[in-house]
């Protein structure tokens, strides 16, 4: 099979020293940036009393998943029952926006006086 | 829909304690505006919002354009770190109070370990009126920066190639090309995150009611906070009335300012 005319020019690929130094510092500080998320992670399946243990344990020694099975059957925190009130609010307003928001804007742009866009 | 608006500005004129029914509101001409300019409580949480907003505004516009300029096409893993960068801003905001209350833990937070590594002694964060604000301010610069940066990016992707490539047969080094191509292509971009930052800044109020409750000494109360506190705390809804609508008169002037000056530059 002849290929010798399908061969595009590759580009050069060299490595840019100044773009592995800027990666370098920029995904330090990414990093930084998103460990609070990862210390909650860690802390969710730690003891009460290893949560503050310094230098910190990223990975805990005898990781606990009873923070877990807690929240779902604490009787004074329905946690269940608290998850669908956020399913219900999210629900009706998507619902109440896109309804809403379909009908608005239509008569906006064909009325011509003032204020015709700062009723809603 | 401009009920409630209109109902904040007559209660803003009147005196009324929520609870005791519609029958109770006396007119008070502008007894609740005068009494905010010589309300202590009223002026100080006012500078701190001044501080805040310029702290908060400052520092993210000038950090989130830094980094999306480095991001956009001067690093490798872009996905990976605008996703970074993005997570704190989706993250809900009494979720982070609640995980930042924990680091900023006085004695054993992890943030407060940290310093101390570096053999310095810590600041108490939030315990102390000295830092409290600061520390709140830090948190939120790192909740809003990840917004900013998104923006801005999309901002970059607008900036035509050629300008570059113009700027560097004419000898430009990156500096100058920021300077000269990317920040003017980037002024609407600028403009609009400039007001809704702003706008942002002055609202808050999540992170203040859930950390420290306005204290430690008012040290954190802010505008928003203090309208809460007068209004559901001490049932003044004329004043705190007063307060919203301050608030919005000086959002209104800002902004209003920022429009000028635009139509100045262009």
């Known amino acids: ?120 | 829909m401009l009920f409630p608006v209109l109902f904040s500005l007559i209660l803003s004129f009147c005196e009324w304690d929520l609870i005791s029914g519609f029958q109770n509101i006396r007119f008070a001409g502008l007894e609740n505006y005068q009494g905010l300019i010589s309300d202590d409580w009223f002026v100080s949480s006012l500078m701190n919002n001044f501080r805040y907003s310029i702290v908060v505004v400052s520092v993210t516009m000038v950090l989130s354009l830094v980094v999306a300029y480095f991001i956009n096409d001067k690093v490798y893993f872009k996905k990976f770190l605008r996703t970074a960068f993005f997570m704190p801003y989706i993250a809900n905001i009494a979720a982070i109070s609640v995980v930042w209350i924990a680091l900023y833990q006085p004695s054993q937070g992890p943030l407060t370990r940290i310093v101390q590594t570096f053999g310095v002694a810590s600041p108490k964060w939030l315990a102390s009126p000295a830092t409290a604000l600061n520390s709140i301010m830090l948190m939120t610069i790192w909740v809003g920066l990840g917004y900013n940066i998104v923006i801005y990016l999309a901002g970059l992707q607008n900036v035509p190639g050629e300008l570059y490539e113009a700027a560097e047969i004419d000898g430009a080094n990156s500096f100058a090309k920021f300077m000269h191509v990317t920040l003017p292509s980037l002024s609407h971009t600028t403009f609009f995150l400039l007001t809704t930052t702003i706008i942002n800044s002055f609202q808050v109020f999540g992170p203040i009611n859930i950390m420290t409750q306005g204290g430690p000494a008012r040290s954190t109360t802010v505008l928003v906070y203090y309208m809460y506190l007068l209004a559901f705390r001490y049932h003044k809804m004329g004043k705190a009335s007063a307060v919203a609508w301050v608030l919005f008169g000086i959002i209104f002037v800002v902004t209003l300012l920022q429009f000028r000056s635009r139509e100045k530059s262009i």
């Open chain 1, 1 to 120: 099979m002849d290929t010798t005319n399908h061969v595009k020019p590759r580009p050069i690929r060299r490595f840019n020293a100044g773009k592995i130094a800027w990666t370098f510092i920029f995904c330090v500080l990414g990093i930084i940036t998103i460990l609070p998320f990862l210390w909650m992670l860690s802390a969710s399946f730690k003891k009460p009393l290893e949560i503050y243990d310094f230098p910190i344990q990223w990975i805990p020694t005898e990781p606990q998943v009873s923070n877990y099975i807690k929240i779902w059957n604490n009787p004074s925190y329905p946690f269940f029952r608290f998850f669908l009130n956020s399913v219900n609010v999210a629900f009706f307003s998507v619902i109440g926006c896109l309804f809403s928001a379909r009908q608005r804007p239509m008569p906006s742009p064909r009325l011509n006086s003032r204020g015709a866009t700062s009723y809603s």
